[in-house]
């Protein structure tokens, strides 16, 4: 009888394959196989994110790949940390209209003069990204920075939309 390879479960001493789960679809069984105990899961990680990354936290994969944002609720704000690398307040457009912050600009191409390119890995591209919010914001006081490669929009939430204490008080 064949042995299991090194890195199937076994179900008994003779070192058998273990049987398949009814439950498990052979898809699964893969995918268990290199993203949760395959030594290569960090690696496949890394290229392919939107299929590795926990069920439990909602994404979208970002359009080619770039611009790659993260949103998180600061009690009275959104904010939005989005990774523009080489990028200025020059090169970023930020438009906001019916709850739908779009980001858009350009990384022109930057080559000194009299010099001549050999290798290009950071081409010239435009980019554009759309993220619709699901709270009311107040358009008025949005606001924006670029530091060291991160471009950080903090979204004030409209006053009825903000978290807030009830007071219970008694007869």
Do not use: C
């Not at 064949?2 to 001493?13: D, I, L, V």
């Not at 944002?69 to 523009?84: F, I, Y």
């Not at 010099?115 to 890995?121: D, G, N, Q």
């Not at 530091?147 to 939309?161: E, Y």
């Amino acid at each position: 009888m064949p042995a299991a390879p090194p890195n199937q479960p076994t179900n008994s001493s003779a070192g058998l394959p273990a049987a398949r789960s009814p439950l498990m679809s052979p898809i699964q069984e893969l995918e268990r196989t290199l993203f949760g105990i395959h030594p290569l899961s960090r690696r496949m990680a890394h290229f392919f994110p939107d299929v590795v990354e926990g069920a439990n936290v909602p994404h979208a994969p970002s359009a080619g790949g770039w611009v790659r944002v993260n949103v998180w609720d600061a009690g009275t704000n959104l904010v939005l940390v989005a990774e523009v690398p080489g990028l200025t307040e020059k090169d970023v457009t930020l438009s906001f209209d019916r709850n739908v912050l779009t980001l858009s600009g350009e990384r022109a191409p930057v080559v000194p003069e009299g010099y001549t390119v050999h290798r290009r890995e950071r081409p010239p591209m435009q980019f554009s990204r759309s993220i619709r919010f699901g709270v009311p914001l107040d358009a008025d006081g949005i606001s924006a920075v670029v530091k060291n490669g991160l471009l950080t929009v903090t979204l004030p939430k409209r006053a009825q939309a903000a978290p807030r204490a009830i007071p219970v008080q008694s007869n």
